[in-house]
């Protein structure tokens, strides 16, 4: 009894300290391709506007996702996106296209949509593996599709079985997915690709 007594003062003095948690870890989602240079618009050609990409709801966070089985998707409890991987993604996106997001108020002829459907560190094996995957279509100014829908997904192997390891190959699988989505637009808009109406530095 004496010693409960003992070790409930201790606790109560704080002299017993609990286990420590560990902090969340943020990452950026980068494109680690080569960077653009900056690109004029041609002459009379049509304008490219990149719009805000969506998300599908359960990744429309800022923490990582990861599986360990198929089917099945968890949060990390400790790293997390500094920002929520549909903005990023947007972001990387028009920076690499050279084009403008809808929310820059500059009028476009051709507006570029995409969706995340998924993101995520697939843990199930070893290696493991990030998916990304991404649906975009092209619609002009009056909402109208231009060409066929297209759907891309990238698997990239992590290097290591962690949070810090699966960025890294998120990262790759996004450049990756930049470089189809940019030839895509070529493919769709001819030989002139649209371009911003501005000079548009990355």
Partial sequence: MKRLIALIGL???GCVSAPSVPPVQYYVLSDTGAAPEARHAAVGGPVLLVHPTTVNAFYDTQRLVYS??????????????TE?????????????????????????DVVLRT????????AASTPGR?????SAELVDGSGRRVGEAQ???RSVTTRAENAAA????????TAQMLDEIAA???SAAGDARPRASVLFRP
Avoid: I, K, M
């Fill in 151 to 153: 759907r891309f997904a």
């Fill in 166 to 173: 699966a960025v890294e190959a998120a990262n790759r699988a």
């Fill in 11 to 13: 606790l109560a003095a």
């Fill in 184 to 186: 895509w637009c070529d």
């Fill in 84 to 108: 929520r991987p549909g903005r990023a993604f947007a972001d990387l996106l028009s920076r690499r296209l050279g084009a403008p997001l809808t929310t820059a108020g500059v009028r476009g």
């Fill in 130 to 134: 990030v998916t990304l995957v991404v």
């Fill in 68 to 81: 360990r089985a198929p089917g099945e998707r968890a949060y990390y409890q400790f790293a997390a996106w």
């Fill in 115 to 122: 969706r995340l459907e998924e993101l995520y560190h697939d």
